[in-house]
């Protein structure tokens, strides 16, 4: 077995004989075959110039004059074939006959230049200390191209398991952003739902409520005095407070009638009639409302009772303070 650095291989479409290196067989596993191997191959791709091309191995060198001198016989044969070929048709018999004698000269040279190739090969598998250098360098040059070889399949190898890698890490990162994706739609249609929310509760909030009789207050403001009132009484004063100012209050009665404690006095007069069962109605039934939820049983007598005292008071309260503090600005 030998395994020669440089080979001449054949171009048919061109038709034409060059000398490459072992290191330009495209096929990693033929570069690793022997000489016979090679040769035997109909068809071979060598990286030639940098492309690729398809070729035959005729010869197999240990140097690139070895090899380049006999593309040098085997052209030179060519020649003096496609010569004899265009004499061919306008010689006469005795010069096919010449011709069939240069063939057999030329047959003859040849089969001299296999028998030493063959010697020559013969020789090379038990080397004398002529030959021991060349073969050093046959065997360092085909090992040199094995190694690269190897190398290079490793390297490829390698890029291939981080391409492995990367499109699984894509892959991850694609799922992830479509949850992202989907995540972000499903709370941006909760922040329009609320946003809407806001908007209508905004809208409620400005907007004018009836208490009764044709009372308006604002509903925000009337949500926030029966969300502060712990009992009944607070609520008939601060629903109170809503409908009616200090000073409209101070000086006044609830009915404009006496009591009995003051009965020798003259009667004060009495607030609107309209407007004060306009609250006191609305507090019984925001009242009655609340008392459904907790099960309670509800006495509207009872509470009425307790929101009329209530509101009594609180007149009386402010009626006071302006009498103790004439120069007092009530709340308007």
Same mark, same amino acid.
């Given at each position: ?5 440089f080979?001449?291989?054949f171009?048919k479409d061109?038709d034409?004989y060059s000398c !490459? +290196? ?5 096929n990693?596993s033929?570069?690793?075959e ?5 040769l035997? +191959?109909?068809? %071979?791709?060598?990286n030639f110039n940098?492309? !690729? *091309?398809?070729?035959?191995? %005729? *010869? ?5 004059q ?5 593309s040098k !016989?085997l052209e030179?044969?060519n020649?003096?074939?496609?010569s ?6 306008h010689?006469p018999?005795f ?10 000269q030329?047959d003859h ?5 296999e ?5 020559s090969?013969n020789?090379?598998?038990t080397p004398?200390n002529?030959d021991e250098?060349g073969?050093?360098?046959?065997v360092?040059?085909?090992?040199s191209v094995?190694?690269?070889?190897? =190398? ?10 981080k391409?492995?890698k990367? =499109?699984?890490?894509?892959?991850l990162l694609e799922?992830?952003?479509d949850?992202?994706r989907k995540?972000?739609?499903? *709370?941006?249609?909760k922040? =329009?739902?609320l @946003?809407?929310?806001i908007?209508?509760? @905004? ?6 409520i009836d208490?009764g009789?044709g !009372?308006?207050?604002n509903?925000? %403001? ?5 969300l ?8 008939g004063?601060?629903?109170?407070r809503l409908v009616f100012?200090d000073?409209?209050?101070?000086g006044?009665?609830l009915t404009?009638r006496s009591?009995n404690?003051n009965?020798?006095?003259p009667?004060k007069?009495?607030l609107?009639?309209v407007?004060?069962?306009?609250v006191?109605?609305?507090?019984? #039934?925001?009242?009655g409302? #609340?008392s459904k939820g #907790?099960?309670? =049983? ?5 509470i009425?009772f307790?929101?009329v005292?209530?509101?009594g008071?609180y007149?009386r ?12 600005t009530?709340?308007?």
């Open positions: 077995m030998s395994f020669s650095p080979f001449l291989v171009w061109e034409r !490459v +290196s072992r290191s330009n067989i495209v990693f033929l570069r690793k022997t000489d016979e191997n090679l035997t +191959s109909k068809y %071979v791709e060598i940098r492309k !690729v *091309y398809s070729g035959t191995l %005729v *010869y197999a060198g240990r140097t690139r070895d090899v380049n001198a006999h !016989v030179n044969g020649v003096q074939k496609n004899n070929n265009e004499e061919e048709h010689q018999d010069q096919n006959r010449r011709q069939t004698a240069l063939g057999s030329i040279i040849l089969q001299s230049i028998n030493a190739e063959s010697t090969v020789s090379s598998t004398d002529n250098d073969m050093s360098i046959s360092v040059e085909t090992t094995s190694a690269n070889a190897e =190398k290079q399949y490793q390297q490829i190898e390698k890029l291939r398991r391409l492995s990367a =499109k699984a890490k894509i892959k799922e992830s952003l949850e992202e995540l972000r739609d499903k *709370y941006k249609h922040s =329009k739902n @946003q809407q929310k908007q209508k509760f @905004q809208e409620e909030k400005s907007t004018m208490i009789n !009372v308006m207050l509903a925000a %403001v009337l949500e926030r005095a029966a502060f009132s712990l009992s009944p009484s607070i609520l004063r601060n629903i109170f100012k000073s409209e209050i101070a006044t009665s404009g009591c404690a009965k020798n006095l009667a007069p009495a609107d009639a407007r004060l069962d306009a006191i109605n609305y507090c019984l #039934s925001t009242l409302e #609340s #907790s099960g309670l =049983k509800f006495d509207r007598a009872a009425r307790k929101i005292k209530s509101l008071e007149i309260e402010v009626s006071r303070k302006q009498n103790q503090m004439p120069g007092l009530l709340r308007n």
